[in-house]
C-alpha cells in the first residue's frame, strides 16, 4: 500500500521568509499526488495537484511543488510567505487500489510578523 | 463548485448516547468519504461510498456505521457514543475515476462527556 510521510509536524518561519514543506512517498503504481491546506475551523481545500506532465505545479496563493520521482519526494514551497499563510498542510495521494485517498499527518505552518 | 455542507459544526454529546453526524453535497458526486481528524495522526478513513445504499469499511470503521439512502446524502453514526471517539469529523466528496480529488466539508467537532 502507498504510504505518505510529512517531515516535519511544525514549521515556524518570519512573514516573508521562503518555507518548504517536505513530503515523501511510497508507491509501485502510478502516483497521484495532492497538497491540500486546512485554515483554522475550517475543512481542507485543494491547494495543488500533481497528476502527469510537469513535474513542477503551480497551486493557489503562490504555493507550487515539485515531484521527484527519484527521491520520491512532493515537496511544498513558497518563496514569501504572509501571515495568512498559517495554517495546516496535508500531503495526500491515492492508496494502490486508486480509490482511497492517504493523508500524511499534517504540517503545521506558523507564520510570525 | 461543489459544496459540501456538514449541518453540526460542534457537538457535545455523553457517553452512551447515539450520534449522527450529516453530511449533504449537492454536486452529483458519486463517492463519499467520513474521515476522522487527530493532532498527529492526520486524516483516517473511516467509511465510504461510492453508490447510493453501498458502503465499504475504511481503515477505521470499529464503533461507526453509516447510511447512504439518496445520493447526496452520507449520515455517519455513532451507535453508542465513548470518550475516544471525540475528534474532527470530516466529509469528502470526489468523482470516480482519474485522480479523486477530494471536496471537504468545514467539518463536525464531536466531543463525547
Known amino acids: 500500500a502507498q504510504s505518505v510521510t510529512q517531515l516535519d509536524s511544525q514549521v515556524p518561519v518570519f512573514e516573508e521568509a521562503p518555507v518548504e514543506l517536505r513530503c515523501n512517498y511510497s508507491?509501485?503504481?502510478?502516483?497521484?499526488l495532492f497538497w491540500y491546506v486546512q485554515y483554522p475551523n475550517q475543512g481542507l481545500q485543494l491547494l495543488l495537484k500533481?497528476?502527469?506532465?510537469?513535474?513542477l505545479v503551480k497551486g493557489i496563493n503562490g504555493f507550487e511543488a515539485e515531484f521527484n520521482k527519484s527521491q520520491t519526494s512532493f515537496h511544498l514551497r513558497k518563496p514569501s510567505v504572509h501571515i495568512s499563510d498559517t495554517a495546516e498542510y496535508f500531503c495526500?495521494?491515492?492508496?494502490?487500489?486508486?480509490?482511497?485517498?492517504?493523508f500524511g499527518a499534517g504540517t503545521r505552518l506558523f507564520v510570525k510578523a | 463548485d461543489v459544496k459540501v455542507t456538514q449541518s453540526s459544526r460542534y457537538l457535545v454529546k455523553r457517553t452512551g448516547e447515539k450520534v449522527f453526524l450529516e453530511c449533504v453535497q449537492d454536486?452529483?458526486?458519486?463517492?463519499m468519504f467520513w474521515y476522522r481528524q487527530d493532532p498527529g495522526l492526520g486524516l483516517r478513513l473511516i467509511y465510504f461510498?461510492?453508490?447510493?445504499?453501498?458502503?465499504e469499511k475504511g481503515d477505521i470503521p470499529e464503533g461507526y456505521s453509516v447510511s447512504r439512502e439518496k445520493k447526496e446524502r452520507f449520515s455517519l453514526i455513532l451507535e453508542s457514543a465513548s470518550t475516544n471517539q471525540t475528534s474532527m469529523y470530516l466529509c469528502?466528496?470526489?468523482?470516480?475515476?482519474?485522480?479523486?480529488?477530494?471536496?471537504f466539508g468545514a467539518g463536525s467537532r464531536l466531543t463525547v462527556l
Open positions: 495526500a495521494g491515492p492508496d494502490t487500489g486508486g480509490f482511497k485517498t492517504i
Open positions: 508507491s509501485s503504481v502510478s502516483v497521484y
Open positions: 500533481y497528476l502527469s506532465g510537469s513535474t
Open positions: 454536486m452529483d458526486h458519486e463517492n
Open positions: 461510498s461510492y453508490d447510493v445504499k453501498m458502503k
Open positions: 469528502a466528496t470526489g468523482r470516480p475515476g482519474g485522480a479523486n480529488v477530494l471536496t
